[in-house]
């Protein structure tokens, strides 16, 4: 080997080398996001994003925790950050927030935070986070608004410290515009205090490998990663391939229509066909599209490789402005993960032809995400008031050679929020919380199980419950011969019925029952293995 070729070789070796470690940065980014924070759909659920971004914007790392739709449409975001306020202008100490929907993580209720970090009084890269915030005033988190205003507090892209100091002016203005003043301006601090840890490891590792800037390991990292993509598409077909899929809706039913195309290094997905934007708040902003799509993507053709901008870059994704998947302003979002979330299904839908033996069966999908809010004799501070959380997951889709996955939450990832801690934030009293047997679809493999919760007040008070639901009209489809999942539910139990989206009463001593929806099976039951349906019968899975 010539010493050229050595010299090449160690450089390669070393940028793996920091590559791997700003993967642990941008962890320990993301997990002093979670401990750190007051809302219990962060420090509980893990529903955030973290990551690195080069001084072009682009995102070299990741942290592992977080969601894809935090963390894809933050991969834009930076961006946007980075256009109101250029990188001469910024300062060592400063700080930018928005929750502008269209230039954020896709809701009012996710604060996307960027810090840019200093090395020898010079500006090396950034970091930016994201967190689900549990109120941000308005209607609350639901589908019920018409626009984008009623929703809640809107944050334009702003400086929230100037050279280390916080505007005070703007975290009274946030925690007056909350019903839990206390814990937003908490994770706002934690938001702030994750990327200031990632700057001080970023520096920490520059030093240790004694470079200057990140120019050579951002293009490092963002052409190994496009190769490699592109090298996993090439194995596909190419060609054109459709799907579609009818979900719930809000005032009418909603049609999901996709067309993906192949190409050599490349694939697009357009979503012409697609329902027009609802008048309620489960419109889905581009962004947040092209973060579930590409996520699903990933996961059938690239799952093995790191998530970064070179990872993203062969991924193209449109829909029509005007779709339900492309909201303009003014439109109501503050529900978008009920349809955002289904999409990798309408992907997978797609390439089933394509790769028949990655492809799982549709699943629950969309979290069912249990709000409350009302009156509480539990609020600190003299605040009366509690809006609260539960989330909660169905069964995810069988899988070519496995089962389902029973109560997890896909493609989202966010854990289900512990009934002791829902209980000790909020006056709820959950009665029951187990799997619900035989919600899965039946097939050669099973879809995955979910639940059935009951809960009631905890105290003589009626409370709101802001429904955001999905898949109680439309199941999760089998595949090959699997029998789909089972649907959804909500109700007062022994009494009525309850719509599966927008805000609703339950009384005092009402008990709500809810069913969330199995995933479906994949394969005709007639080829189950029969130690498999015994373990089923004595596990009183179906």
């Given at each position: 080997?010539?010493?050229?070729?050595?010299?090449?070789?160690?450089?390669?070796?070393q940028?793996?080398?920091?590559?791997?470690?700003?993967?642990?940065v941008?962890?320990?980014?993301?997990?002093?996001?979670?401990?750190?924070?007051?809302?219990?759909?962060?420090?509980?659920?893990?529903?955030?994003?973290?990551?690195?971004?080069?001084?072009?914007?682009?995102?070299?790392a990741?942290?592992?925790?977080?969601?894809?739709?935090?963390v894809?449409?933050?991969?834009?975001?930076?961006?946007h950050?980075i256009?109101?306020?250029?990188?001469?202008?910024?300062?060592?100490?400063?700080?930018f927030?928005?929750n502008?929907?269209?230039?954020?993580?896709?809701?009012?209720?996710?604060?996307?935070?960027?810090?840019?970090?200093?090395?020898?009084?010079k500006?090396?890269?950034?970091?930016?986070?994201?967190?689900?915030?549990?109120?941000?005033?308005?209607?609350?988190?639901?589908?019920?608004?018409?626009?984008?205003h009623?929703?809640?507090?809107?944050?334009?892209?702003?400086?929230?410290?100037?050279?280390?100091?916080?505007?005070?002016?703007?975290?009274?203005?946030?925690?007056?515009?909350?019903?839990?003043?206390?814990?937003?301006?908490?994770?706002?601090?934690s938001?702030?205090?994750?990327?200031?840890?990632?700057?001080?490891?970023?520096v920490?590792?520059?030093?240790?490998?004694?470079?200057?800037?990140?120019?050579?390991?951002?293009?490092?990292?963002?052409?190994?990663?496009?190769q490699?993509?592109?090298?996993?598409?090439?194995?596909?077909?190419?060609?054109?391939y459709r799907?579609?899929?009818?979900?719930?809706?809000?005032e009418?039913?909603?049609?999901?229509?996709?067309?993906?195309?192949?190409?050599?290094k490349?694939?697009?997905v357009?979503?012409?066909?697609?329902?027009?934007?609802?008048?309620f708040?489960?419109?889905?902003?581009?962004?947040?599209?092209k973060?579930?799509?590409?996520?699903?993507?990933?996961?059938?053709?690239?799952?093995?490789?790191?998530?970064?901008?070179?990872?993203?870059?062969?991924?193209e994704?449109?829909?029509?402005?005007?779709?339900?998947?492309?909201?303009?302003?003014?439109?109501?979002?503050?529900a978008?993960?009920?349809?955002g979330?289904m999409?990798?299904?309408?992907?997978?839908g797609?390439?089933?032809?394509?790769?028949?033996?990655?492809?799982?069966?549709?699943?629950?999908?969309?979290?069912?995400?249990?709000?409350?809010?009302?009156?509480?004799?539990?609020?600190?501070?003299n605040?009366?008031l509690?809006?609260?959380?539960a989330?909660?997951?169905?069964?995810?889709?069988?899988?070519?050679?496995?089962?389902?996955?029973s109560?997890?939450?896909?493609?989202?990832?966010?854990k289900?929020?512990?009934?002791?801690?829902?209980?000790?934030?909020?006056?709820?009293?959950?009665?029951?919380?187990?799997?619900c047997?035989?919600?899965?679809?039946?097939?050669?493999?099973?879809?995955?199980?979910?639940?059935?919760?009951?809960?009631?007040?905890?105290?003589?008070?009626?409370?709101d419950?802001?429904?955001?639901?999905d898949?109680i009209?439309?199941?999760?489809?089998?595949?090959?011969?699997g029998?789909?999942?089972?649907?959804?539910?909500?109700?007062?139990?022994?009494q009525?019925?309850?719509?599966?989206?927008?805000?609703?009463?339950?009384?005092?001593?009402?008990?709500?029952?809810?069913?969330?929806?199995?995933?479906?099976?994949?394969?005709?039951?007639?080829?189950?293995?029969?130690?498999?349906?015994?373990?089923?019968?004595?596990?009183?899975?179906?």
């Amino acid at each position: 080997m010539t010493k050229d070729k050595l010299l090449e070789e160690k450089k390669n070796i070393q940028n793996q080398v920091m590559w791997n470690r700003l993967l642990s940065v941008v962890e320990e980014q993301g997990q002093t996001l979670v401990r750190t924070a007051f809302s219990p759909i962060v420090r509980e659920c893990g529903d955030i994003s973290a990551g690195v971004f080069d001084l072009e914007g682009r995102m070299m790392a990741q942290a592992v925790t977080g969601t894809p739709g935090h963390v894809n449409s933050m991969a834009e975001s930076v961006k946007h950050f980075i256009e109101h306020f250029p990188l001469s202008s910024m300062n060592e100490g400063d700080i930018f927030i928005t929750n502008d929907p269209w230039m954020g993580t896709g809701h009012l209720n996710d604060f996307v935070i960027t810090t840019p970090c200093f090395k020898d009084k010079k500006i090396v890269g950034l970091f930016s986070c994201t967190s689900h915030l549990t109120d941000i005033g308005g209607l609350g988190v639901g589908p019920d608004a018409t626009d984008i205003h009623m929703e809640g507090l809107y944050i334009p892209m702003l400086k929230l410290a100037d050279k280390g100091v916080m505007d005070q002016t703007l975290l009274k203005l946030i925690s007056q515009n909350t019903r839990q003043p206390i814990e937003t301006e908490g994770d706002v601090y934690s938001l702030a205090a994750c990327n200031d840890i990632g700057c001080k490891r970023l520096v920490e590792m520059m030093e240790e490998f004694q470079i200057s800037d990140l120019k050579e390991l951002s293009n490092f990292i963002y052409s190994k990663s496009l190769q490699a993509v592109e090298n996993e598409i090439k194995k596909i077909p190419n060609g054109t391939y459709r799907n579609s899929m009818m979900i719930d809706g809000f005032e009418k039913d909603i049609c999901l229509e996709a067309e993906l195309v192949v190409n050599d290094k490349s694939i697009s997905v357009d979503f012409t066909g697609t329902s027009d934007k609802s008048k309620f708040g489960i419109n889905v902003p581009l962004s947040y599209t092209k973060a579930y799509t590409c996520f699903g993507l990933s996961c059938l053709v690239s799952a093995e490789i790191p998530n970064n901008a070179g990872s993203l870059k062969p991924f193209e994704i449109d829909a029509p402005v005007g779709s339900i998947l492309n909201a303009p302003y003014p439109a109501a979002v503050c529900a978008r993960h009920i349809i955002g979330q289904m999409l990798p299904d309408v992907v997978f839908g797609c390439l089933e032809k394509a790769l028949p033996d990655k492809v799982p069966a549709e699943g629950a999908s969309c979290l069912w995400n249990i709000t409350f809010r009302g009156k509480t004799d539990r609020g600190a501070n003299n605040n009366s008031l509690f809006a609260v959380t539960a989330v909660v997951n169905g069964g995810t889709g069988a899988r070519p050679i496995k089962d389902g996955l029973s109560a997890t939450a896909y493609p989202s990832g966010v854990k289900g929020t512990p009934v002791e801690i829902n209980e000790a934030v909020a006056p709820l009293l959950f009665l029951k919380k187990e799997y619900c047997p035989g919600s899965g679809g039946k097939g050669k493999y099973i879809g995955g199980l979910g639940q059935v919760i009951e809960i009631k007040s905890a105290i003589d008070e009626d409370m709101d419950l802001l429904a955001s639901f999905d898949r109680i009209k439309y199941p999760a489809r089998g595949r090959a011969g699997g029998e789909n999942g089972k649907s959804g539910t909500v109700s007062i139990k022994g009494q009525r019925q309850l719509n599966g989206k927008g805000t609703q009463v339950v009384k005092a001593g009402e008990i709500l029952q809810i069913f969330t929806p199995g995933g479906a099976g994949i394969g005709n039951y007639s080829e189950r293995d029969k130690t498999l349906i015994k373990n089923d019968e004595e596990n009183e899975l179906i």
